[in-house]
């Protein structure tokens, strides 16, 4: 079993930075792959960023790409998500999900357990 909880939401200006942080329990988070969805007021969740157990790259949506960077400290069993250059549109409530296969994938189906989420509004 996995537990996450995000936090570092709030509310910044566009052109603003924020840093999400989701902590998880348990005792296998280094194995597993780690991701960012989000999910914008009247539509479907979607993905954001994800990253392997490895932790050495991670793969991002088109929307982010170039603006947002997923990282995780498997000792401190966290995983991160720094946002630059913030738009109104990246306004969402922003969820991190954990995958037992360890491989980081765009898919929501790749992910067995999931936070509660943190609300990051932008701006204009």
């Known amino acids: 079993q996995v537990q996450l909880v995000e936090s570092g939401g709030g509310l910044v200006q566009a052109g603003g930075s924020l840093r999400l942080s989701c902590a998880a329990s348990?005792?296998?988070?280094?194995?597993?792959?780690m991701a960012w969805f989000r999910q914008a007021p009247g539509k479907e969740r979607e993905f954001a960023a994800a990253i392997s157990w490895r932790g050495v790259s991670g793969i991002y949506a088109d929307s982010v790409k170039g603006r947002f960077t997923v990282s995780r400290d498997n000792a401190k069993n966290t995983l991160y998500l720094q946002m630059n250059s913030l738009k109104p549109e990246d306004t969402a409530v922003y969820y991190c999900?954990?995958?037992?296969?360890?491989?980081?994938?765009?898919?929501?189906?790749?992910?067995?357990?999931w936070g509660q989420g943190t609300q990051v509004t932008v701006s204009s």
């Open positions: 999900a954990a995958g037992s296969t360890g491989i980081a994938t765009s898919r929501g189906s790749g992910y067995g357990y």
């Open positions: 348990g005792r296998t988070f280094s194995s597993y792959a």
